[in-house]
């Protein structure tokens, strides 16, 4: 039998594995071809993870696939390469002090990582204070829109998370009650530099100043995580005067995430902590492995060192010019985008993509359509296009709104053909009488560190 006919024979196994090998090639062209009808990432509006590499840094990556980022005795250029990362990252995020910080897989375990350093810290500056620290469970408090690994953090360490709720007047941080929800329990709080329904960031310069009050008036010991998995890594190039970062005396950690606007593939993230007090000693392991002593603070062990040698090769490529110029380009590219969604006279902009660049929008409530933003949804992804329809959370989930994420590989000419296909879609659900029988169900992929 024929490679070809091979091919067209060939099953997926389910549930067991085949009894005989299948030849490379075919096993290439049944998996391509199972992968054939899914969506072209470049399409897709819904994540924030970067869905494109130049040939180079695709190279680099390939031909590292095969270390492994733990084995830093063993692949002590690759660790070099790692701390050159954060030492570069700490530059950009304003430390001079003692600082700490390492690699994750994402966003999501850097934020695990800050949570429990606040959490253990917390713990024996709470006792030395004689709290009771068995008499309640610990607590965080975070806008309402945060994102779902702070949710699971609550959950894997035993935290008690403290929303406080968003309202149309305060789509971010409510500085006037976020104070109702911090007591003796509270690990800290975090500030979002990027919520991901909106796009909108916490005032945390107004949220230090807070804090620093407390703390004085209370002999207090309050502290500042910011998750800034989207905006982490894209404000220092765009908006380098606005204060959110280790400037502010209460901001002690920082996450990021490398594969959203640090421009990696997935998946890399980056935490910080200002200065070494801030991650408790028993938080950091020194592992004897193959032949060598090594701290790690990461969750992870083993994990691919691909993604930290392509986050330096962006580092070194781009520079700050670099970074400042694509960033540029992209909040362009979000700000066009929002001004044509305008234009309809149909939506109202949450986010017009000027502090990230994303666009987010709902529609008027004074027109009388017999379509929403699912049956939109529904309608730009006959034409490749994939943008969410999601409520937002508690308190405003009878608002639904829809959102774009501009990313590095959205050019303008791809954004033109959007905005045509975007109206036309439009055109069509005018023309159709749409009868709704049951409710629609949210579209929230791509909420993703």
């Given at each position: ?28 062209e ?7 009808d ?9 994540t ?41 990252l ?117 949220l ?19 998750d ?9 190039f ?99 985008l ?18 990230i ?16 933003l ?52 439009i ?23």
């Amino acid at each position: 039998m024929t490679k070809e006919q091979n091919f067209l024979k060939q099953n997926l196994p389910e549930k067991k594995l085949l009894d005989e090998a299948t030849d490379a090639g075919t096993a290439y062209e049944v998996i391509k071809s199972y992968l054939i009808d899914e969506g072209n990432s470049r399409q897709n509006l819904a994540t924030f993870c970067q869905t494109y590499m130049d040939d180079e840094a695709i190279k680099l990556m390939s031909e590292t696939f095969d270390k492994n980022a733990i084995d830093k005795s063993e692949y002590p250029r690759t660790a070099k390469l790692e701390s050159y990362c954060v030492n570069i990252l700490a530059d950009l995020w304003n430390t001079k002090e003692d600082f700490i910080g390492t690699s994750t897989v994402g966003s999501s375990e850097a934020c695990m990582l800050g949570g429990m350093a606040m959490k253990f810290r917390w713990r024996k500056l709470a006792a030395e204070k004689g709290v009771d620290i068995n008499k309640q469970k610990p607590n965080l408090v975070i806008s309402s829109g945060y994102q779902v690994c702070w949710e699971k953090f609550g959950v894997y360490w035993d935290v008690e998370l403290r929303e406080v709720p968003i309202d149309p007047e305060h789509l971010s941080l409510d500085m006037d009650h976020v104070f109702d929800y911090v007591d003796d329990y509270t690990i800290g709080i975090v500030g979002i530099l990027g919520i991901t329904y909106t796009g909108k960031f916490d005032n945390i310069e107004e949220l230090d100043r807070r804090v620093e009050q407390y703390n004085q008036e209370k002999n207090g010991h309050l502290v500042i995580h910011v998750d800034g998995a989207s905006g982490g890594m894209f404000v220092p190039f765009t908006d380098p005067d606005l204060a959110w970062d280790f400037r502010l005396k209460n901001v002690v950690s920082i996450n990021t995430s490398g594969h959203k606007y640090g421009l990696v593939y997935p998946g890399v993230g980056w935490i910080l902590w200002r200065d070494r007090s801030y991650l408790p000693e028993e938080l950091i392991f020194e592992v004897s492995y193959l032949g060598g002593n090594m701290p790690t603070m990461a969750i992870n062990f083993s994990r691919g060192a691909s993604q930290i040698i392509g986050q330096y090769y962006n580092f070194l490529k781009l520079g700050k010019e670099g970074y400042r110029q694509v960033h540029m380009d992209t909040r362009y590219v979000a700000m066009y985008l929002a001004k044509q969604v305008e234009e309809t006279g149909l939506f109202d902009i949450y986010n017009d993509g000027a502090n990230i660049p994303i666009v987010c929008y709902t529609l008027k409530k004074d027109k009388d359509l017999s379509w929403d933003l699912y049956d939109l949804a529904d309608r730009l992804l006959m034409k490749g296009w994939q943008v969410p329809a999601y409520p937002l959370p508690a308190n405003l989930t009878q608002t639904i709104i829809q959102r774009f994420v501009c990313r590095a590989d959205l050019t303008l000419p791809m954004a033109k053909e959007l905005v045509q296909d975007f109206k036309e879609a439009i055109n069509e659900l005018n023309e159709m009488k749409i009868i709704k029988t049951v409710p629609r169900k949210s579209k929230t992929q791509g909420f993703t560190h």
